[in-house]
């Protein structure tokens, strides 16, 4: 079975950093998937915001984070890291790490294959 596991949330100041984890399992074969980190804030749509390709490390970051989270993956590929920076209170969601065998050109909801459980983030002003 396919098990994607975030965590790592948490609550956090203005200006501060989190890494969020998303343990990975199950993808068959692995190369031919992407994990995808989305976000939801209440009342709000859930948007990609970065994406890593396993067949080549390839990685893609939205306009909202870039330069400020950057996306990883280790050698095993077992588990897909994101790393937030600077972060700010519109940064508050719910984020959840998915698979897609679509690449990391179409990240959205309706392109993910498999999900996790989310993982909430808060950051106070």
């Known amino acids: 079975d396919v098990q994607l596991q975030a965590s790592g949330g948490g609550l956090v100041q203005a200006g501060g950093s989190l890494r969020l984890s998303c343990a990975v399992s199950g993808l068959t074969p692995v190369d031919d998937y992407s994990i995808v980190w989305f976000r939801q804030a209440p009342g709000k749509e859930r948007d990609g915001i970065s994406c890593i390709r396993f067949f080549d490390g390839k990685t893609f970051n939205s306009e909202s984070v870039k330069g400020r989270f950057s996306i990883s993956s280790d050698n095993a590929k077992n588990t897909v890291s994101l790393d937030m920076n600077d972060l700010k209170p519109e940064d508050t969601a719910t984020y959840y790490c998915?698979?897609?065998?679509?690449?990391?050109?179409?990240?959205?909801?309706?392109?993910?294959?498999?999900w996790g459980k989310g993982t909430q983030v808060t950051v106070s002003s």
């Open positions: 998915a698979a897609t065998d679509r690449g990391c050109g179409l990240i959205n909801f309706y392109a993910m294959d498999y």
